[in-house]
């Protein structure tokens, strides 16, 4: 259960925010699934395809739209490389400060 309550907060988080789409939902999903994959650790270090491959979304636009505005609405702290060959950083915020929305 311990690892489902970041996605908790998450949602709890979002619950009056009409600014959340789906595809906010679903790469806040796939940067947890990759997070649960690399040990909990944060930041994590990310390329955008590997989210956008978990998160099932096919358009970089729509990726980095999505991925920005999740930074600006402060539930993620995201530092793109602006080198291909270098990974993103993703910083997980702790989400209980937020809930008031």
């Given at each position: 259960?311990?690892?489902?309550?970041?996605?908790?907060?998450f949602f709890k988080a979002i619950e009056k925010d009409y600014r959340i789409s789906?595809?906010?939902?679903?790469?806040?999903?796939?940067?947890?699934q990759y997070r649960t994959s690399m040990g909990f650790i944060n930041p994590i270090?990310?390329?955008?395809?590997?989210?956008?491959?978990?998160?099932?979304?096919?358009?970089?636009?729509?990726?980095?739209?999505?991925?920005?505005?999740?930074?600006?609405?402060?539930?993620?702290?995201?530092?793109?490389?602006?080198?291909?060959?270098?990974?993103?950083?993703?910083?997980?915020?702790?989400?209980?400060?937020?809930?008031?929305?």
């Amino acid at each position: 259960m311990k690892t489902l309550q970041p996605l908790c907060d998450f949602f709890k988080a979002i619950e009056k925010d009409y600014r959340i789409s789906i595809t906010h939902i679903g790469i806040y999903a796939a940067l947890l699934q990759y997070r649960t994959s690399m040990g909990f650790i944060n930041p994590i270090e990310v390329y955008r395809y590997e989210i956008m491959e978990i998160a099932k979304i096919t358009g970089p636009v729509t990726y980095y739209k999505c991925i920005r505005e999740l930074n600006e609405y402060g539930y993620i702290r995201y530092e793109p490389s602006r080198n291909r060959k270098r990974r993103s950083k993703v910083y997980f915020i702790l989400l209980e400060d937020c809930i008031d929305v």
